[in-house]
């Protein structure tokens, strides 16, 4: 009856059709806009069709649709608002077409439908799910929130509350959620979906089941008085706002436009959804989780080429049970790679495997794990003295301390444990991966693999390639990482890296805006108003004051020009009075640890006044749009340096790197893409205001030569 790319419809027995997503050469359902068209075509067909009596919706991939494609984001997304409004506006009486079919339709749900899955099969009367099937509308982690009639079509088979939880926290719900929600109207077990939604489809066409009733009910304002939907969404309002990311309006937008919503008819709701979704559509916040997303898809399909080029690691070993040799073995055990973890001091290996035990402890508390599990996963961690079995393992991870010479010993005498091929990595976190090759026999199996603390919880991981590294070594990394449930991102060898090359011009724009008099609570302030999780002396505080320090000696001394040692040094100042920051209670800030034992952070005046020493002209007010200026554009200049460089090969890997590795406020997507945002001739405009400031604020030639052509760094 109907034959596209993405849909057919069939022919089944007494007038029933199916209507079957089946998109040729993928493994997965998604509505692309040829698909949307293929549907429209395929409506206009069954309508036109007066032998038609009942359509079955069906899938024949695993999922059922994924949801859009989000490809296509990038060039909607730059038309002016109201285009993009009336974009929607009109695949919206595409989808209406479907729903005002005069024959009953049952959506059969095999698997995930998600976004504009599930708001295409809410324009069906009714529904049988899956019981492994899951459903929901995560567009919010895109910045944005269903457009094709989903706000409109959840609140009135769900409820204003259940629609406004599930839209604001695009979690998705498994059957027995969407079926106590009325989403789905029945369940059953996969095998048996077919025959159940058939069953039903026949009832509905025999007059046993008031279809005409629930598609009316879709089209009607929600029995709800105005009072009612207002108290509703204030409730709301405040969890919905605690759990927004910071400048990402989408789900207070969308709460506000659903309870107004409430009261309209399908034609008026989805006039209010479509110009409320124009409007989150041109937020900074859309264009950069939308980027994210793509950026991780990239990255997803690189590791399947290093999966192709690297060896599986099967048995790993780490050098060194401390803080960061302990926490990689944990992670490599619990994600199934079997470690042996060797140290030179049997109290270590006590401490790294109570460690693996308190972890594993907890997991079992919260359910993740069963204990038989959990005693599995500890037995696979094999502490050890010597480098018995160290023949057999196909990468060891070095964590010893942090010294050249240590290291170079270290590493030298692993040669001769471990076979060729296997792979050596260094969890060096300032060292160069060339220098620490020097004395080796096969540089070309060594590496880089730069881990955050805690190791547990930090997404990123840099493997760096040094001079002589094999691409094989390289990928091997990269597998092992990836296997850890790690976002691994492939680095060259410089100093710090990419984070801390990129991280330091920050640190030291705050180091000389507080010896220029700004306050540095104030900055905290400006920049956590901004979007960071934690502004940069807190941020110090953290990471440790010695560390940051180490950091910022390593980078001086790598880009003497453009990055020089700083006098009056604010965080040089800490460290010499012994304020290391969290670690011992005092840094720019007090820190007591509450009755959970969590550190609580207050004021310090003695850091005020231990910082008043670096500032001779006293205290001055800085407005936070200069402070955010100052602190940001030697980030941006210093990325383009490192991309410029091929420290990293694309811009999706540098910003994925700097939002999982420091935090970089997710809404305005990584140095990079926030360039993209202002605009490079903007970005360039602001460097020469700040000109005076020095070579951090210099941008780079090739910075010039975009802003005056106008490109970006994405393509869209
Ligand atoms: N702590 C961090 O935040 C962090 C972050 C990233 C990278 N790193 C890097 O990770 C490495 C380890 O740091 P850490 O914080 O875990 O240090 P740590 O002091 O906690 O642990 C070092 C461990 O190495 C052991 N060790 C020393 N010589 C050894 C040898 N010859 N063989 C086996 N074990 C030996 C020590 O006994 C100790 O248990 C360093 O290179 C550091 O720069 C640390």
Wanted: charged fraction near 25%.
């Amino acid at each position: 009856m109907f034959q596209g790319e993405s849909i057919e419809v069939l022919p089944l027995q007494d007038g029933l059709v199916e209507l079957r997503f089946d998109r040729r050469g993928e493994a997965i359902n998604k509505l692309d806009a040829r698909t949307v068209d293929e549907f429209r075509q395929a409506t206009e067909r069954i309508a036109a069709s007066p032998d038609v009596r009942g359509v079955l919706v069906t899938s024949a991939k695993d999922v059922f649709i994924v949801g859009a494609d989000i490809t296509e984001f990038g060039a909607t997304f730059q038309q002016a608002e109201a285009d993009i409004a009336r974009g929607v506006r009109a695949s919206n009486e595409l989808f209406n077409a479907f729903e005002d079919l005069k024959v009953p339709s049952v959506v059969a749900i095999n698997g995930f439908a998600l976004g504009g899955g599930l708001e295409l099969a809410m324009l069906a009367p009714l529904r049988v799910m899956a019981d492994t099937a899951q459903v929901g509308v995560p567009e919010v982690k895109l910045g944005l929130f269903p457009g094709f009639g989903g706000t409109v079509r959840l609140s009135r088979l769900a409820g204003l509350a259940t629609a406004i939880d599930w839209v604001a926290s695009g979690k998705p719900a498994k059957a027995p959620a969407a079926l106590a929600a009325g989403v789905t109207d029945e369940v059953a077990a996969p095998e048996a979906l077919r025959d159940r939604a058939l069953a039903l489809l026949q009832r509905a066409v025999r007059g046993e089941i008031d279809w005409r009733a629930a598609q009316q009910r879709k089209r009607a304002p929600l029995a709800l008085s105005k009072q009612e939907a207002g108290a509703l969404v204030e409730t709301a309002r405040t969890q919905v706002a605690a759990r927004s990311g910071k400048h990402q309006p989408a789900a207070i937008i969308a709460l506000e436009m659903m309870a107004e919503a409430a009261g309209r008819d399908r034609a008026g709701a989805l006039d209010l959804e479509s110009a409320a979704f124009g409007r989150v559509a041109k937020t900074q916040a859309a264009a950069s989780l939308v980027q994210a997303f793509l950026n991780d898809q990239a990255l997803k399909k690189l590791y399947k080429r290093h999966a192709r080029e690297g060896r599986q690691v099967k048995q790993a070993a780490v050098l060194g049970a401390g803080i960061m040799g302990g926490g990689i073995a944990y992670t490599s055990a619990l994600r199934g790679t079997p470690v042996r973890m060797k140290d030179i001091a049997q109290p270590q290996l006590d401490l790294g495997m109570a460690e693996a035990g308190k972890q594993l402890a907890k997991q079992v508390k919260n359910g993740r794990l069963a204990q038989a599990k959990a005693d599995a996963i500890r037995a696979s961690i094999v502490p050890q003295l010597d480098e018995a079995g160290f023949d057999s393992v196909d990468c060891v991870v070095e964590a010893v301390v942090e010294n050249l010479e240590v290291k170079r010993k270290v590493l030298a005498a692993l040669e001769g444990s471990v076979k060729p091929g296997t792979v050596i990595a260094s969890n060096t976190s300032s060292l160069r991966i060339d220098d620490i090759a020097q004395p080796l026999a096969r540089p070309e199996d060594f590496v880089g693999m730069h881990f955050f603390n805690p190791v547990p919880v930090m997404q990123l991981v840099e493997v760096i390639q040094g001079a002589k590294t094999s691409n094989a070594a390289v990928s091997t990394a990269v597998g092992y990482a990836v296997a850890m449930g790690k976002t691994p991102i492939v680095v060259k060898d410089c100093p710090g890296f990419l984070v801390n090359r990129i991280l330091t011009p920050y640190i030291n724009a705050f180091v000389q805006l507080v010896a220029d008099g700004a306050d540095f609570e104030a900055v905290d302030r400006a920049m956590e108003a901004f979007g960071w999780p934690m502004g940069p002396a807190y941020l110090q505080d953290v990471v440790g004051m010695d560390v940051g320090a180490h950091v910022g000696d390593v980078i001086a001394a790598g880009y003497p020009q453009r990055m020089p040692a700083l006098e009056r040094n604010a965080v040089k100042l800490m460290v010499a009075n012994k304020r290391y920051g969290q670690k011992n209670g005092a840094g720019f800030y007090r820190y007591e640890n509450d009755p959970t034992g969590r550190p609580r952070k207050s004021a310090a005046p003695e850091a005020h006044a231990l910082v008043a020493t670096l500032q001779p002209q006293g205290r001055r007010d800085f407005a936070d749009t200069e402070i955010v200026e100052r602190m940001m554009l030697p980030m941006v200049v210093e990325a383009a340096h490192a991309l410029e460089d091929g420290v990293v090969a694309t811009p999706a890997e540098l910003d994925m790197a700097l939002l999982l590795g420091v935090g970089f406020p997710a809404y305005a997507g990584g140095a990079l893409k926030y360039a993209d945002w202002l605009g490079l001739d903007r970005v360039v405009a602001l460097c020469d205001k700040h000109a005076a400031l020095g070579a951090p604020y210099v941008p780079t030639a090739r910075m010039r030569e975009m802003a005056a052509r106008k490109l970006r760094y994405y393509p869209v």
